[in-house]
Structures are given as structure tokens and as C-alpha cells.
């Protein structure tokens, strides 16, 4: 349960990105911002770890703030192998990845708190 949460969640995020951020598309309705989602936290758990691995000693000097460049990365990597995210450039990525993780850190501590 608490995993369809967290991927509902994920979808919910990426809809408040494209929202928000104008350089951040999802070409369809629901479906396909679930679809995103899926892909990208997919890509995050297999590629995200081992960057996050062999960038540990960055991300210690920078007090966890290259963690937020490595999110965009594989934002834009999700952008670049799926045809329903649109990323058009890093610094919309960078912007997205920010406010993905501040809506699902967000949405993580109500479902907590229910």
C-alpha cells in the first residue's frame, strides 16, 4: 500500500513540476504523468545509486546539495528515454527535481501522520 502511495505521490509531484517549471512537459493525462513517474523512479533506484555511490565524497562537501543536481540528471535522463517527458533544458530539470522532492517530502509526512 504504502508503495502505490509513494508512486501516486511521485505522479502528483511531477504534475506540480510541469505546473510550476515552463521548461517541463508530460505529453497526456493521467496515465502518463503515472507512467513518468514509474520510469523515473525506476531509473533513479537503479542508475540514482551508483552515481549517488561514486559522488558520496561531492555530496558530503556540499552538505547533500549535489543530491539535487544528481535528481536532475536523472530527470533528464528520464526525459531523454521516454517520449512523454519533455525536459528542455538542465536548469528546468534542476528547478523540477526541487520542487519533486519538496512535494513528495511533503506528501510522504502527511501519509505519515494519517
Do not use: H
Not at 545509486?49 to 536532475?72: D, E, H, Q, R
Amino acid at each position: 500500500m504504502q508503495l502505490l502511495f509513494r508512486w501516486a505521490a511521485l505522479a502528483l509531484a511531477f504534475w506540480a513540476a510541469t505546473a510550476i517549471v515552463p521548461g517541463i512537459t508530460v505529453n497526456g493525462k493521467v496515465g502518463t504523468y503515472l507512467w513518468v513517474a514509474l520510469l523515473f523512479g525506476l531509473i533513479n533506484a537503479v542508475f540514482g545509486s551508483i552515481v549517488k555511490i561514486l559522488t558520496f565524497p561531492v555530496t558530503l562537501v556540499t552538505f547533500g546539495l549535489f543530491l539535487v543536481v544528481i535528481n536532475a540528471a536523472m530527470l533528464s535522463l528520464t526525459g531523454r528515454w521516454s517520449s512523454a517527458l519533455d525536459v528542455k533544458d538542465f536548469w528546468s530539470a534542476l528547478f523540477a527535481s526541487v520542487i519533486i522532492s519538496v512535494v513528495t517530502t511533503l506528501l510522504r509526512g502527511f501519509y505519515k501522520k494519517a
